[in-house]
Structures are given as structure tokens and as C-alpha cells.
């Protein structure tokens, strides 16, 4: 997997006019970006915790607690939520058993970190703009 994140942003630049324009090309939109959009939710979850936890020092004593507790179990639900739904698109179109599903389960509390440090790795080595959707 890291060999093929690290080298994805290539791709994405020599082909960018297909990336651009992929409605054009009869491409589905949610097939294009280089990490899944189901795993952008792990990502917004991430940046959710850091922000509830400077929230103590960015807003008044009382509040400022109370809105850590509020963002960090926000940022569990979304957690969660974007692991279910990351599960149920693995498992959804397989006949699977359950000696087989709990590696999965483990390996994807930290895939979606692994992949996007790898193509951002990928895209500063190459020098490529990293292509969002």
C-alpha cells in the first residue's frame, strides 16, 4: 500500500485534463480522488479533536471545558460513524467469515492515516500538486 500511495500523485499528474474534466470522460466523481470519500471523515475527525482540545484556551473557563468534552465526543461519533461506513463498503459485496474480517477491522483504525501520509509524501518527493476533488 505504501508503494502505491507514494507514487499515486504521478498518476494524477500525467493524466490531470482526465481528473479535471472525469464527467466528460464517463468517470464517477467519487472514483477519482486518490484516498476513498468515505475515509475524509477519519481526516475531519482528527482536525475536530485538535480543535475541541485549544478550545480551554481560546474561550473563557467554563464554556471552554464544556466545549472540549461536546468536540472530543463529537469527534468519537464521527470516528465511529466514518469506520462503519468504511466497513460496510469493504464487506458489502463479499461472502466473508469472521477469521478473515478481524484483520481487516484492526488494519482500518489506520489505513486511512498510513495512505494520506503516503501520498502527501508522494506528492512534496515528486513535486505535484496533490489533486482534491
Known amino acids: 500500500m505504501t508503494g502505491l500511495a507514494f507514487r499515486i500523485p504521478l498518476l494524477f499528474a ?7 474534466n472525469c464527467r466528460k470522460y464517463g468517470i464517477p466523481w467519487h472514483t477519482m480522488p486518490a484516498c476513498p470519500v468515505y475515509f475524509y471523515g477519519y481526516y475531519a475527525t482528527v482536525l475536530l479533536a485538535v480543535v ?12 471552554g471545558m464544556e466545549m472540549k468534552w461536546i468536540g472530543l465526543s463529537l469527534a468519537l461519533l464521527g470516528f465511529l460513524f466514518s469506520y462503519a461506513v468504511t466497513m460496510y463498503a469493504r464487506l458489502r459485496r463479499r461472502a ?4 478473515e474480517v478481524w484483520p481487516l477491522l484492526l488494519a482500518y483504525l489506520e489505513i486511512p ?7 502527501m509524501r508522494g506528492a512534496v518527493h515528486f513535486r505535484v500538486r496533490y489533486p482534491f476533488p
Not at 492515516?113 to 501520498?119: A, G, K, Q
Open 14 to 20: 500525467k493524466h490531470r485534463d482526465v481528473i479535471r
Open 52 to 63: 475541541s482540545m485549544a478550545d480551554p484556551f481560546l474561550l473563557p473557563w467554563p464554556l
Open 96 to 99: 466473508w467469515v469472521w477469521n
Open 113 to 119: 492515516y498510513v495512505r494520506v501520509f503516503w501520498l
